[in-house]
């Protein structure tokens, strides 16, 4: 089984900043990447932002300049660095691993979901 467990989510302030991480461990085979992605309540899960293991970063537009998203491939660790939050960024974000498992005849794909961390922006 695989577990990711989040944390760092909470109550900030309009232009505030937050910091999520995300750990992943147990039988994690070979990494494609890890992300982050959000659900705000009545709306549907949405990307946030992802990376590969090679550090090739992807983003929505609405987060693009204020989000910034690494890794620690060593500990199997990402993280989410949130500036100049806004309250349309309250939602609940989720991490998610993609890791993929090679045989001779083919290739088993795997994701993976956190529970989920709760980030809350307002006055």
């Known amino acids: 089984q695989v577990q990711l467990e989040e944390s760092g989510g909470g109550l900030v302030q309009p232009g505030g900043s937050l910091r999520l991480s995300c750990a992943a461990s147990g039988s994690i085979f070979s990494i494609n990447g890890m992300g982050w992605y959000r659900q705000a309540p009545g709306n549907q899960r949405e990307l946030v932002a992802t990376?590969?293991?090679?550090?090739?970063?992807n983003y929505a537009d609405s987060v693009k300049g204020r989000f910034t998203i690494s890794r620690d491939n060593a500990k199997n660790l990402v993280y989410l660095q949130m500036n100049s939050l806004k309250p349309e960024d309250t939602a609940v974000y989720y991490c998610?691993?993609?890791?993929?498992?090679?045989?001779?005849?083919?290739?088993?794909?795997?994701?993976?979901w956190g529970q989920g961390t709760q980030v809350t922006v307002s006055s």
């Open positions: 998610k691993l993609e890791h993929s498992r090679y045989f001779p005849w083919g290739t088993s794909r795997y994701e993976n």
């Open positions: 990376i590969t293991t090679g550090g090739s970063t």
